[in-house]
């Protein structure tokens, strides 16, 4: 079933990112369920568009959804495999530095 709602998942990130707080947070963890469920192969490519849409989330005021989308991209980043491990390391490498400032989050959960 997992792989049903991977067509939907497109659509999901791109409503997301003008969603309320609550509404951020249920579409996070719908992808961390649907991803979880999907082979790598599979999961690969739509894990290369998630990763560039967590990004701005790093710096949302809820810290909640601050944890949840560190959590997601640490999960994602390992689901790539071939030709769309060199992207990946282009787009950690990007997401370095904002997550080195979360190193001194306020909140413990997100530092850690």
């Known amino acids: 079933q997992a792989r049903k709602m991977l067509v939907l998942l497109p659509d999901i990130m791109e409503t ?22 999907m082979k790598r192969k599979e999961a ?19 810290s909640q959804l601050r944890e949840l989308s560190i959590c997601l991209f640490k999960d994602v980043m390992q689901m790539v495999v071939g030709n769309d491990k060199q992207q990946m390391k282009k787009n950690v490498r990007r997401s ?3 997550l080195f400032f979360h190193m001194s989050d306020q909140s413990e959960s997100v530092a850690q």
């Open 44 to 62: 690969s490519p739509t894990a290369l568009q998630l990763v560039e849409k967590l990004l701005p989330l790093f710096d949302e005021e809820s």
């Open 96 to 98: 370095l530095l904002p």
């Open 16 to 37: 997301q990112q003008n969603a309320n707080t609550d509404n951020k947070m249920k579409a996070l963890l719908v992808f961390r369920n649907v991803m979880g469920h």
